[in-house]
């Protein structure tokens, strides 16, 4: 099931990539996760199950490889090419991420492949594109965020910018590319043409820039520049403060003046009874705003802003992440915990929503709870269809059983290192 | 497959009612508008998108039609005004939904359904019809019905947590990345069952929880808990693949200026040589603790400050070239005029203009995913409020003038005057 069921995909990617071809596998195309004899260098990096470096134990490539098939195949080889090109001859849509120079050198740059097969989508995922001044720059996902603008607004004021625990640019990088892959297939579903589809992880971090925020137009519409606030968020005009403490952690909240509906008038009810809403029970903070005040209402200054903000932090601090985020829900609040991994498992609406799944590896002889898709399909579901492959897994159901290659066909081929 | 056209657009001939606001329904939109679609923006003449009313705006001074902030999610769409409260209104809009092969909604749940415009309400007017509904947490659950916008998202998702300094809050507040990322997920989904209906003739439904698309960034994170029960905190510049650093130098490092920063990473030995080799092999880098890279990945805090010693010597962009030019990945954290100005961006022609007749000239962005055969274009500035009613009433859904006419003294199609 899943949209995108009846076509192959045969991924060649590194880390930058792996989730592209990931979110393609999950809409139902069948992805074959094409790597060196020796293994995906994303293998190699952890996170561990259970904290044991082994090839068939990375967390990070559980996470990004699941749902697809997986082959081993040297394309340095002879042996290797000629498999290669029996294998693009099964496939609609080819994943790499080799700069230009790098796939010249193995003969899969996208002219030579396209030559050869003019129907395939090829979608190239690099740093910074396959042309430009930067094309053969090095990249890593704390790269994409610098030169792409995002980590001169993250971090605190007085400290050097910073990148989040987890990759971001690459996400970034790969949701751009499964849309554009997407793109390309309709294109070619109505007028049998396949075509280049070049991604720049830079690019795709900038391109967030634009909205919301249009932060760019900062610098091209009024020639300044906004940099980071730390747990604050700088509309040029006013800062709202965003991220606050609570009694056991952090919450998060959207504006506390001039929130849509009913919302304000909520939250002060709340603080009234506890006593400590000061003066935020005078009504002339139902009809104020931070942004430009429309018919009714009234612009709040920074400090009057502030003076609210000092109240509700006093208010935040007597509650908890569990009663804040069951207070947001009952009395729709602007405000929400910052949760933790360990929150979001226990969170009774992912639940409800079978976000996360058990993902049965015999190998291990256990399950492992993933999240799945973030979108539900009507008629078609997507959804994690297994766990990543091990090592070479598939060798012989896509070799053998499917290209007719000979047991002693595929055992030479292992002995000359073309596959593993 | 179409033989008889020519698509020059990937999405050529594909009609898209948007009945979204804020940021993530219109973002979605609009990457459809970019690869060609024909996008009409609906918005309620009084309580218009209220992205009208954000900044940063032409000239810094409020105007209805002059927020660079909704000009960057609009652009390439018309816009039309619409009462969907009275009965004619409702009534148009049930034209579009005829008209459409895809609607965008981003509303609270339910609110779609006192207008008739449902899924199976829609369903029902036009059967092809691919619908998406981004709400905050998804249609159903017990908290499908919590409204909310980015900023606490980004709590809520757990991304939040994950950003910034172990010894403070979240510093990430400056992006709000639901936004951002959910319209990736929103448009990945659409054009996908668009290709589906293709192939297939059937159109179908989209639910997407904004929350669950903004904890997919969370990454290997969630297993590390499932599996291995250890919960992720924010480590500054560290990078971290379960419990320890595994490049070193990694960080924004200080060069000339003020608040001016170069990242720099170095993930193994051959590339620590090139940068000692490039730094004229100074003594502190023969010290034990920075010998090997097991070493360095220990003692990140004394390397930061010794590296960072020697980075401050130069400008951004040439310690960048000089560490590139020898293998090592370096880029310039770029302010906003840095990206604007960036040799790369604009070699790929990222920053394209529009002329607006309020606005005038005004810089948009092209997505990162380049389709060579069939570009995304930036041709049509973004709707002043009710800006195309005339093209989109009459030219599009086929009114007479007496019909509009009659429709605009209604005030069913309502025209904004001014508070």
């Known amino acids: ?420 | 497959m179409t033989q008889a056209m020519d698509f020059r657009d990937a999405l050529q001939g594909i009609n898209v009612v948007d009945f979204s606001w804020i940021g993530a329904g219109p973002l979605t939109a609009q990457w459809l508008a970019n690869f060609g679609a024909t996008v009409v923006k609906v918005e309620h003449p009084q309580h218009y998108d209220l992205l009208r009313t954000s900044p940063p705006f032409k000239d810094g001074k409020f105007g209805i039609n002059t927020s660079y902030y909704f000009a960057a999610c609009n652009s390439n769409k018309y816009g039309i005004t619409l009462d969907l409260n009275k009965p004619k209104g409702r009534a148009l809009a049930h034209k579009l939904v005829r008209w459409a092969d895809v609607l965008v909604e981003n509303f609270m749940p339910g609110t779609m359904k006192r207008w008739g415009l449902d899924y199976e309400s829609a369903r029902a007017l036009n059967q092809r019809l691919i619908m998406i509904s981004l709400s905050i947490q998804g249609q159903t659950g017990p908290h499908a019905n919590s409204a909310g916008f980015g900023p606490m998202l980004m709590g809520l998702a757990g991304i939040g947590h994950l950003g910034g300094w172990p010894d403070r809050a979240p510093g990430c507040a400056t992006v709000p990345y639901p936004d951002w990322v959910s319209p990736l997920f929103a448009s990945f989904a659409i054009v996908s069952a668009l290709d589906y209906r293709e192939r297939t003739g059937e159109g179908q439904y989209i639910d997407l929880s904004q929350y669950e698309a903004t904890a997919q960034f969370l990454g290997p994170a969630i297993l590390d808990y499932t599996v291995n029960g250890r919960v992720w905190e924010r480590a500054g510049n560290l990078l971290i693949d379960s419990d320890r650093p595994y490049a070193a130098p990694h960080g924004a490092y200080p060069t000339k200026g003020a608040d001016r920063w170069c990242a720099v990473a170095v993930f193994n030995d051959d590339e620590w040589r090139r940068l000692v080799d490039l730094m004229g092999n100074p003594d502190w880098a023969a010290d034990s603790r920075f010998e090997s890279h097991d070493a360095r990945c220990l003692h990140t805090e004394e390397l930061d400050q010794r590296f960072g010693q020697w980075t401050a010597g130069f400008d951004a962009p040439r310690l960048m070239r000089m560490l590139q030019d020898r293998g090592i990945a370096a880029g310039v954290v770029h302010d906003q005029q840095g990206v604007y100005e960036d040799p790369q961006l604009n070699a790929r022609r990222h920053f394209q203009h529009l002329d607006h007749p309020e606005m005038g000239r005004y810089h948009v962005e092209l997505p990162a995913t380049h389709l060579t055969a069939t570009p995304a274009t930036m041709r049509k500035a973004s709707p002043t409020i009710g800006g195309d009613n005339d093209h989109v009433y009459k030219t599009v859904l086929g009114l007479s003038q007496e019909e509009y006419d009659q429709l605009i003294a209604e005030e069913v199609i309502g025209y904004w005057e001014g508070d």
């Open chain 1, 1 to 420: 099931m899943g949209p995108l069921e009846g076509y192959r995909v045969l991924d060649f990617t590194g880390e930058i990539g792996q989730y592209c071809g990931k979110l393609l596998a999950e809409m139902g195309a069948e992805v074959i996760k094409v790597e060196p004899p020796e293994g995906d260098p994303v293998r190699r990096l952890g996170p561990f199950y259970l904290d044991e470096r082994d090839a068939n134990k990375s967390l990070r490539w559980f996470t990004l490889n699941g749902s697809k098939r997986g082959v081993t195949l040297a394309l340095d080889t002879t042996g290797g090419r000629d498999l290669l090109e029996r294998l693009l001859d099964t496939a609609q849509v080819v994943l790499t991420s080799w700069t230009r120079r790098e796939a010249e050198a193995l003969g899969m740059d996208e002219r030579a492949v396209r030559q050869r097969h003019p129907d395939l989508v090829y979608t190239s995922i690099t740093g910074y594109g396959l042309d430009g001044p930067y094309a053969d720059y090095r990249w890593c996902d704390m790269t994409g965020l610098a030169l792409g603008g995002f980590m001169f607004l993250t971090g605190d004021a007085d400290r050097p910018p910073v990148v989040f625990r987890a990759p971001q640019a690459y996400l970034n990088a790969s949701g751009q590319a499964a849309t554009g892959t997407a793109l390309a297939l309709f294109h070619r579903t109505r007028t049998g043409n396949g075509q280049l589809v070049d991604v720049s992880m830079q690019e795709a971090v900038t391109y967030n820039l634009n909205g919301p925020g249009s932060i760019v137009s900062w610098w091209s519409g009024l020639g300044m520049n906004i940099g980071r606030q730390g747990g604050s968020l700088n509309f040029g005009h006013i800062i709202w403060r965003v991220m606050l403490p609570c009694k056991d952690g952090y919450s998060a909240n959207s504006g506390i003046l001039g929130s849509v509906g009913g919302r304000f008038q909520a939250l002060v009810d709340l603080m009234e009874k506890e006593g400590v809403a000061e003066d935020l029970t005078d009504p002339k903070w139902l009809t104020a705003t931070t942004f430009p005040a429309g018919p009714g209402h009234w612009q709040a200054s920074q400090e009057e802003l502030d003076h609210a903000y000092d109240i509700f932090e006093n208010w935040l601090k007597l509650h908890t992440k569990a009663e804040i985020m069951e207070l947001a829900v009952r009395h729709d609040l602007q405000v929400y915990p910052v949760n933790t991994t360990a929150d979001l498992l226990e969170s009774p609406q992912l639940d409800a929503r079978a976000y996360f799944v058990d993902v049965p590896h015999p190998e291990l002889d256990r399950s492992i709870r993933y999240a799945g898709p973030p979108y539900k399909l009507s008629l078609t579901p997507a959804g994690m269809r297994h766990r990543a492959p091990l090592l070479g897994e598939h060798n012989q159901a896509v070799y053998g059983d499917e290209l007719g290659l000979s047991r002693e066909r595929i055992e030479s081929l292992k002995a000359d290192g073309v596959i593993s």
